[in-house]
């Protein structure tokens, strides 16, 4: 696989790599965990170049990093560039009623008491990349960001990112340690990022980590109905998945089949392609669990769309309904 640099100064990694997430958190909730074969699907990740694999403590809550640890066993730790989040946490049950969603915390103690947790889960003494799930509005940037500074020089971390931050917050964390990343939502559907953050990211020299760069699966084709979703599935409560609205979207779809039958790629090829090609440094990470997509998302980077085809896709208009 082609390779990039996690921004200017950071390390080589595949111009795809892996979210994982979905293997033990949100998607299909209703059906029984696999983790032998999503163990399997990280493995042969690394082995397809797609080197990044990504992680959070709050995924689970907790039991994601002890999959990827397991993963990584076996000598995949050394071929992996190790990426974890810190700084949200699962709400308590009677908050859960009301929203699943976690919600931040930012602060210092909680990050120093993370990173060792993350550590012994994902069972490395290190991760390269360690990062900020979100900016808790109730704390100061500087005293989240310094706590992991500290990570660093500890030796517990190697690079410090970002998740859904803003150009302000990026440039308060800067001015007490490198950013070496920021990870945001970006696909076909979700361009909000490209305003602001992503051009400022290119000229800063730091990477930019889309999640969810198939629109959460949507735009490779798999769902031409909100029935079509999964029992349990966290998407169900999304205003893009509903059934007015995902009729409607319908289209943005059928836009990247059709460049896709025309170029003789898969649909979830061409929409990673499109991700690729907003940057050097922008590195999608699409979850999933399943051998044959992972393949698929692996083939992106293979793929290289004309000036005409991203013309086309440029001009898709933006979807219905909100992202949450």
Known sequence: MRTTTLGTNGPEVGVVGLG????????????PRDDETS???IRQAIDLGMTLIDTADVY?????????????????????????KVGVVPRTSEEAAASPRAVPDGRPEHVRESIDASLHRLGTDHVDLYQLHRVDPNVPIEETWGALAEAVQAGKAR????????????????????????????????????SEVLPYCQEHGIAFLPFSPLGKGFLTGRFASFDDLPADDYRRGLPRFQQDALRANL???????????RT??????????????????????????????????????????????LAELDALPAPTGGRY
């Open 159 to 194: 690079y410090l990112g970002l998740s859904e931050a803003t150009v302000g917050d990026i440039e308060r964390a800067r001015a007490i340690h490198p950013v070496a990343s920021v990870q945001s939502e970006l696909s076909l559907w979700t361009r909000e990022w490209m």
């Open 20 to 31: 994982c997430m979905g293997m033990s958190f949100a998607y299909d909730m209703a059906a």
């Open 39 to 41: 163990v399997s699907v």
């Open 251 to 261: 289209a943005l779809a059928g836009k990247v089949r059709e460049i896709a039958d």
């Open 264 to 309: 003789g790629a898969t649909p979830a090829e061409v929409a990673l392609a499109w991700v690729i090609a907003q940057g050097e440094h922008v590195v999608p990470i699409p979850g999933t669990k399943t051998p044959t997509y992972l393949v698929d998302n692996a083939g992106a980077a293979d793929v290289e769309l004309s000036a005409a085809d």
């Open 60 to 84: 689970g809550p907790y039991t994601n990093e002890e999959l990827v640890g397991r993963a990584l066993s076996g000598g995949y730790r050394e071929r992996a560039v190790l990426a974890t």
